[in-house]
Each structure stands twice: as C-alpha cells, then as structure tokens.
C-alpha cells in the first residue's frame, strides 16, 4: 500500500498512456491498407452519396451537407514535376520549396524550383524505412516514417541527418502552426507536437457534421485553419485547428488528364508560400505540381 500511495500518480499517468495508444492502435489497424499502391476516388466526401454514406461505417466516412461550402480549384500555372516522386510531403520555407518521397528503397528528401520543379538537392533515405510527410521549421526539416515509428531531424540547407525522433503508430503528414508540429497518422485524429522534446501537446478528432473523419493525410497550415488530403480522395478538408470541424472542401478533380491519370497515383502534396500567397498541390508521381487559386464551387 505504501508503494501504491507513493507512486499513485505515476501510475494514474500510465493508465492514461496505454489507454489513449489502444485507442489510437485500434483506429491504425483498421487503416493498414497498403500505401504503396493505391487508387483515387473520383467522388470527394462532399458529394458521397447517400446509399454510400449508409453502406460505410457511419463513425469514419467524411459527409457534408449545406453548411459546409465546398470549392474549386483555379488553375493559375503548371510547374515540372518528377514522376518517380512518390510524393509524400510537400511545403515552403522562407520561399524555398521541400519535398519528401515515400517508397522502401526509393524514399528522399529533396528541394525543388519553385518555378521549374528541379531537384536542386536530395538526401536519400535507408532503404529500410518509407518516409512521409514533412515540414521545415527554423531551419530543421522534420520528416516521418510510415510503420516505423521513427523520424529524421535534418539541417535544411546541408541536408545533414542531426538526430532521430520516435512516436507511436504510423506517420502521415506533418505540418506547423507557428506553436506546435501538427501529426497525421491516418486516422481522424491530429496530434500536436512539441517542437523541441516531440512530444503530445494535444490531440484533436476532425469532424464533418459531427462524423469523424479518417484518412487523414498530407497536411498544411494555411492562412489559420489546416488542410489535409482525404487518402484516396481528390479531396482536401479545411479543419478549424480549435475546434476539428472541416468548415469546407476542396475538390480537386480533373487536374490531370485521363491519360496523365492512368500513370500517376493519388492527389497528395499542399504547399503554401504566405509570403507570396501562393499554394501548390501535386500528387504521388504526377507529372505536375499545380499553382492554384481556391474559389467557392459554383451550384449546378
């Protein structure tokens, strides 16, 4: 009992810890499907049907009625992209441009042209891990792994490997809000990163109508709320970073041609450069990053 007493808080904090990994472990077992090779939906959440809204499970499957406005993308230039790019993270820093691929054997690090899409540098990943998103903060670039639990601390000008992070679970996209590192890991969750010891500062479920969200992928702080690709969508989810409610979709179909579809995989990559305004989306190895301007979709 003295033991117990003395060490009650300890404990009570371990409860917690295992309880929050079963759940978020539960959620990432479910969500095992290979991301290897994997296919688009050419509906996005926002005009699911309601027979298939009914068929899926009503705990996880995006939906969106009126009140969640949904837009469009405007084409504004074309820029260069690599198709052997298994983009997995895609982002600016002070106008410079970072992408991170994924693939065993295959995954990178790279900076890239803005203007022309050339790999002006590249670190190459050990074959052992697949990596995913990125994000480069005060001259750090922060990247994931997908199942094994460990990321990479770079020095973003030398591409120089500094030190190694570890985290539950599996790891999707990765942003910065200015405080925290905000963590994807394919769920409906996000998680909020401390950026110095990497640990949870919070967790927050994303919500449509009051449905969770899952699928969770690629991430990006734009102008306040968070962006995140829907995996296997060509949709991207306006999130309040307060709250987790998706306040609108973006649907981002028809980017590519049908031809230029047939050899490329799915919509993943948002990058958005707030001094210039400017926002790039792309996808895993599509042959085009896309400048974009967002508008309100008009009703048919």
């Known amino acids: 009992m003295e033991f117990l007493r003395a060490h009650a808080a300890k404990i009570a904090i371990g409860i917690v810890?295992?309880?929050?990994?079963?759940?978020?472990?539960?959620?990432?077992?479910s969500n095992r499907t290979n991301r290897m090779n994997t296919s688009v939906s050419d509906t996005p959440p926002s005009e699911t049907t309601?027979?298939?809204a009914a068929s899926s499970s009503?705990?996880?499957?995006?939906?969106?009625?009126?009140?969640?406005?949904?837009?469009?993308?405007?084409?504004?230039?074309?820029?260069?992209?690599?198709?052997?790019a298994f983009t997995q993270g895609l982002a600016f820093d002070n106008g410079e441009l970072y992408e991170s691929t994924g693939q065993y054997g295959s995954s990178s690090l790279r900076k890239l042209d803005p203007q022309t899409g050339k790999v002006l540098k590249k670190a190459s990943v050990d074959a052992a891990y697949f990596a995913e998103g990125m994000v480069v903060v005060g001259g750090k670039a922060y990247q994931?792994?997908?199942?094994?639990?460990?990321?990479?601390?770079?020095?973003?000008?030398?591409?120089r490997q500094e030190r190694t992070f570890s985290y539950f679970g599996e790891g999707w996209g990765l942003s910065y809000d200015g405080e925290s590192l905000i963590m994807s890991d394919g769920t409906s969750s996000l998680r909020f990163l401390d950026v110095d010891s990497l640990l949870i500062r919070k967790m927050l479920p994303v919500t449509a109508n009051g449905v969770l969200v899952k699928n969770l992928n690629e991430l990006e702080v734009v102008k306040g709320e968070i962006w995140a690709n829907i995996w296997q969508t060509?949709?991207?989810?306006?999130?309040?970073?307060?709250?987790?409610?998706?306040?609108?979709?973006?649907?981002?179909?028809?980017?590519?041609?049908?031809?230029?579809?047939?050899?490329?995989?799915?919509?993943?990559?948002?990058?958005?450069?707030?001094?210039?305004?400017?926002?790039?989306?792309?996808?895993?190895?599509?042959?085009?990053?896309?400048?974009?301007?967002?508008?309100l979709?008009?009703?048919m």
């Open 58 to 84: 009503p705990a996880s499957t995006p939906v969106s009625e009126a009140q969640i406005p949904v837009y469009s993308v405007e084409v504004l230039r074309t820029i260069p992209h690599d198709t052997q």
């Open 234 to 295: 060509d949709s991207i989810a306006r999130i309040n970073p307060q709250t987790g409610k998706v306040v609108g979709w973006i649907d981002c179909t028809g980017l590519l041609t049908p031809e230029e579809r047939a050899n490329a995989d799915v919509l993943n990559g948002i990058a958005y450069d707030a001094k210039r305004d400017v926002l790039l989306i792309t996808g895993k190895n599509w042959s085009k990053m896309f400048e974009v301007r967002v508008k």
């Open 17 to 29: 810890t295992l309880f929050i990994v079963l759940i978020v472990g539960e959620q990432l077992i």
């Open 144 to 159: 994931l792994t997908w199942q094994s639990g460990i990321g990479f601390i770079y020095d973003s000008k030398t591409f």
């Open 297 to 299: 979709k008009e009703k």
């Open 50 to 52: 309601s027979r298939e």
